[in-house]
Nanobody, 123 residues
Framework: QVQLVESGGGLVQAGGSLRLSCEAS????????MGWFRQAPGKEREFVGAINWSGDNTRYSDSVKGRFTISRDNAKNTVYLQMNGLKPEDTAVYYC????????????????WGQGTQVTVSS
């Protein structure tokens, strides 16, 4: 069992930055691929990016590539989402999630989820 808790959301102006954190419980955090997803009102949950267990492999959706960066600190059981150049269309609830297998892009392929943190970008 893995419990995930996101933090760091808030209100920011367009062009600004935020860093989200996701802290995990359990000793097996370092064995999981960690993903970030987001869900805007009335829309499906969408993949933002993911990082493999060791942190040396990442992938991103086209909508955030070049603006968002995922990193992790296995000693702290924490994964981060650095968001730069934020746009109003980035407004959503952001979730972190874990899976055993690298390369998964669909929400249903992730096992454990945090409760989400709201990010609002004003124009």
């Amino acid at each position: 069992q893995v419990q995930l808790v996101e933090s760091g959301g808030g209100l920011v102006q367009a062009g600004g930055s935020l860093r989200l954190s996701c802290e995990a419980s359990g000793r097996t955090f370092s064995t999981y691929t960690m993903g970030w997803f987001r869900q805007a009102p009335g829309k499906e949950r969408e993949f933002v990016g993911a990082i493999n267990w060791s942190g040396d492999n990442t992938r991103y959706s086209d909508s955030v590539k070049g603006r968002f960066t995922i990193s992790r600190d296995n000693a702290k059981n924490t994964v981060y989402l650095q968001m730069n150049g934020l746009k109003p269309e980035d407004t959503a609830v952001y979730y972190c999630a874990s899976t055993r297998v690298w390369g998964r892009l669909q929400a249903y392929e992730y096992t454990y989820w945090g409760q989400g943190t709201q990010v609002t970008v004003s124009s």
